[in-house]
């Protein structure tokens, strides 16, 4: 792959993974917000695939096929069907509302330039530019599962910071070794898997997935 | 070989009790594998306290005088937890609130539960770590939920959505760790083990470790159940049936703790003890002063308790923070009396809370003159919690407040001590209710069964002969403060 089209790829991919993240702040139908997290890890996967061909890096390339796999099709999978359960797949009502919430994003990509200025100074490459891309998706991540109040909308949140430490990963150091970067995927891919069993349980003991519903454990 | 075989053993209990319908015999072969991880801690220490560490995997274990240490911790705390989960899962089974299914999968994931904190602390890769603590979560998650209560679903859903963004936090830290060691120069060489992390600490780039000890400090902080990332600990704990709370706040908490020290050494090397020191502080103090004000009201005695970690942790935190020999070697005593002390305490509560079924502090009157032997452990349990001498939490907190003071945070120290005085004022008057006062009229003295409380009094022995002697623990104590303290 050369020069510039490595770098336009990557940029377009990179980009593909923080508007994806703001799409599931602005879209309130959970399908919708499910699909664009499929997209998001296909990117993602994109990333490692563009990163493991201008590297000749088979590990890399194979690592992106898992993540495609893992991330773009078995992890929506699972979530779409949680959704197709619950007729009422609709973030109802968020604490902060959608425009408030875009606005918070652009805020929080601001930060994520701010907070990454030595990490960019220490990479003077295409990829290192990328990073604060990364911090922002994780950071929306963050503010998502802080505002949303649906099950599946925190599990869509802690997979948005998964994925923008998995391109942070991806971009700084060309992924973390093998045996590690398994580990974690695995982790992630069990951590969602436990989720949707709770989120199944509550569905069966309550008749609703609100974690507003959850109230009992006070002090 | 030693290294594997204290992974190899628990898993295999494992095994066996995921496949054989669950006896008492299972039950009791689970507990001989967490006695055996003891053994093996205790030869793995007398190796290592004078020798060169124990490697296997070409690294990828490692096991040096503080993971020997933190496997000697997992082995005391494991034994009594699984020696009381044979009575626990028998009083479920009777009372039919478990299936034999059930049971035996718990007895399984209790296993897989104490492989992976031993992987934890026995891994030389920092991710491999990471990977392990991230295990623990997952697997502690359905435990917590075991009883299959509205209360203990929220628990867990809060402990892995809160735990799973932390310990991500962590991970992104490890990430930029990893970072800063590949461009350090010899770029082929750059790997995740700790040794080498160590090794080129001084030349990592400062603002990249900067935000890396920040994200580390904060996702690994969350585990450990620092203040402001405390909040699923009261649930998850109190929500959890006792010997896996016993676990949780015994070990879980300080081997979350333990890969903080790891990271701890290396910021240290890479930008100063400062930083690190003034991070360290800040969440301990705060962890602190939450506790203190929470305990006030605290109305559950398994909340109760599951505060008083919170607390504990904030003084590991102080004591790590001054980081020096004597104060690491006093938070690792620490880690162990609490975890004695706080194990004990939380199996008790179980039993408490099978015989008079309630967790209010209210319901629960005069259990000395009812229940003499549970009430007494309770009782020597609290006495030992709130650093009373001869207990070995004394000793460590007298020494952690002395190294405080000498690296100059007596500041840190003092308002830590005033936490403390309110901590035990409130716990005090709790804890006088429940033990004190004459019973009803008519009622018999209940016992309780020696096999219950033999352990917990060998364990509250333990903890006060370490209070006196520091035997046998002293030469370990040393050693281990020597690997990561400044």
């Known amino acids: 792959m050369n020069g510039p089209a490595y770098a336009s790829t990557l940029e377009l991919m990179s980009g593909v993974i923080l508007v994806c993240a703001v799409v599931t702040l602005w879209r309130r139908s959970l399908s919708a917000v499910v699909k664009a997290l499929a997209i998001q890890g296909f990117a993602l996967g994109a990333v490692a695939l563009i990163l493991g ?68 100074a220490l990479i003077p490459t295409t990829a290192g530019r990328l990073v604060p891309l990364g911090f922002a998706t994780l950071l929306i991540g963050f503010f998502s599962m802080v505002v949303r109040r649906k099950a599946i909308s925190q599990i869509v949140g802690l997979l948005l910071v998964d994925n923008g430490i998995a391109l942070v990963a991806f971009l700084a150091t060309a992924g973390v070794p093998l045996l590690v970067e398994l580990g974690a995927s695995l982790d992630v891919l069990l951590a969602v898997v436990v989720l949707r069993v709770l989120a199944a349980q509550m569905w069966s003991k309550f008749g609703v997935l609100d974690l507003d519903q959850l109230r009992e454990l006070r002090d | 070989m030693l290294a594997l075989v204290v992974l ?89 609130r478990c299936s034999q299914r059930h049971a035996s999968l718990y007895s399984m994931l209790v296993q897989g539960f104490v492989t992976a904190m031993l992987l934890a602390v026995v891994a030389g890769n920092v991710g491999v ?50 970072l800063a060691a590949l461009h350090v120069g010899h770029h082929e060489h750059a790997n995740l083990d700790w040794t080498s992390l160590m090794a080129v600490s001084h030349h990592l780039d400062p603002g990249v470790m900067r935000l890396a000890i920040a994200l580390l400090v904060l996702g690994y902080g969350t585990k450990v159940g620092l203040a402001p990332m405390h909040s699923w600990l009261p649930d998850a704990h109190s929500q959890a049936p006792a010997p896996i709370s016993a676990l949780m706040s015994g070990v879980l908490l300080t081997v979350a703790f333990y890969a903080l020290l790891r990271f701890k050494a290396i910021a240290d090397g890479a930008l100063g003890v400062a930083l690190p020191r003034a991070l360290l502080v800040a969440v301990g103090l705060l962890s602190l002063v939450v506790a203190a004000s929470l305990l006030l009201s605290q109305r559950d005695y398994k909340r109760m308790l599951a505060y008083h970690s919170v607390e504990h942790m904030g003084l590991i935190a102080l004591g790590a923070a001054a980081g020096t020999r004597l104060a690491i070697a006093a938070v690792l005593l620490h880690i162990l009396g609490h975890g004695l002390a706080k194990g004990v305490l939380f199996l008790t509560s179980g039993e408490i809370l099978l015989a008079e079924g309630t967790t209010e502090i209210a319901q629960v009157k005069a259990l000395l003159a009812r229940r003499p032997a549970l ?112």
Request: hydrophobic residues 55%; positive net charge.
């Open chain 1, 53 to 120: 061909i201008r590297q000749h890096d088979a590990v890399l390339i194979v690592v992106a096929c898992l993540v495609m796999a893992s991330k773009g099709v078995v992890i929506p999978t699972l979530l779409g069907r949680v959704v197709a359960s619950d007729p009422s797949s609709r973030e109802a009502t968020p604490i902060v509302n959608v425009p408030a919430s875009l606005v918070g994003a652009a805020a929080l990509t601001f930060l994520a330039y701010g907070a990454t200025q030595p990490v960019v």
């Open chain 2, 8 to 96: 190899a053993v628990p898993f295999g209990a494992g095994v066996a009790s995921a496949v054989a319908p669950w006896r008492r015999w299972v039950g009791w072969l689970c507990t001989a594998s967490i006695g055996a991880v003891l053994v093996c801690g205790v030869g793995l220490a007398v190796r290592v306290v004078h020798g060169p560490p124990v490697t296997a995997f070409g690294g990828v274990l490692r096991v040096d005088a503080l993971s020997a240490f933190m496997v000697i911790v997992i082995g005391a705390i494991g034994v009594l937890a699984t020696w009381q989960s044979v009575r626990y899962l028998d009083a479920e089974l009777v009372a039919g």
């Open chain 2, 129 to 178: 770590m990471w990977v392990a603590v991230e295990a623990t979560t997952i697997i502690t998650t359905f435990l917590v939920g075991h009883r299959r209560t509205r209360g203990s679903l929220e628990a867990s859903w809060k402990y892995i959505a809160i735990c799973s963004v932390g310990i991500a936090m962590a991970f992104l830290g490890t990430v930029l760790v990893y």
């Open chain 2, 375 to 486: 009430g007494g452990v309770f009782a020597f349990g609290l006495v030992a919690l709130l650093g009373l001498p001869p207990f070995s939490l004394f000793v460590s907190e007298l020494n952690m407040v002395r190294a405080e003071t000498q690296v100059g945070l007596g500041w840190a120290a003092a308002i830590s001590l005033v936490c403390m005085a309110v901590i035990f004022g409130a716990v005090m008057s709790h804890g006088r209710h429940m033990l004190f006062g004459a019973g009803p009229d008519g009622e018999q003295v209940h016992k309780t069964p020696a096999i219950v409380t033999a352990p917990l009094i060998g364990a509250l022995i333990g903890c006060a002969i370490l209070g006196v002697l520091a035997w046998p623990l002293a030469g370990l104590l040393r050693a281990a403060a020597q690997v990561v303290a400044t």
